[in-house]
């Protein structure tokens, strides 16, 4: 199992904290890691915290453009959009 299972196992079973340990060591070596800052926009959709997650994917998109953080960006802004009535009233 890769270090990249490991991490997307942890996500699943909810055990955000670990996971967010383990990409944060790896940013740490790594700060162009997209796939870490993917995984820990991830985390933080799943923990409810938007601004966070938007961070985090806007931050692989700038590392790469083709990640597949952007179209969790975009999802992440549909539903904002839909649910926020400042944006549809």
């Known amino acids: 199992m890769s270090a990249t299972d490991k991490i997307k196992d942890l996500i699943a079973e909810n055990r ?17 890691d997209d796939e ?11 923990k409810g915290d938007w601004k966070q997650a938007t961070f985090y994917y806007l931050s692989a998109t700038e590392i790469n453009p083709n990640s ?3 179209k969790a960006q975009e999802v992440l802004t549909d539903i ?5 009535p400042d944006y549809n009233p």
């Open 80 to 84: 904002r959009d839909f649910i926020n």
């Open 16 to 32: 955000l904290e670990e996971a967010t340990e383990l990409l944060n060591r790896r940013i740490e070596q790594n700060h162009q």
């Open 68 to 70: 597949p953080a952007k």
């Open 36 to 46: 870490a800052y993917y995984l820990l926009g991830n985390i933080f959709r799943k």
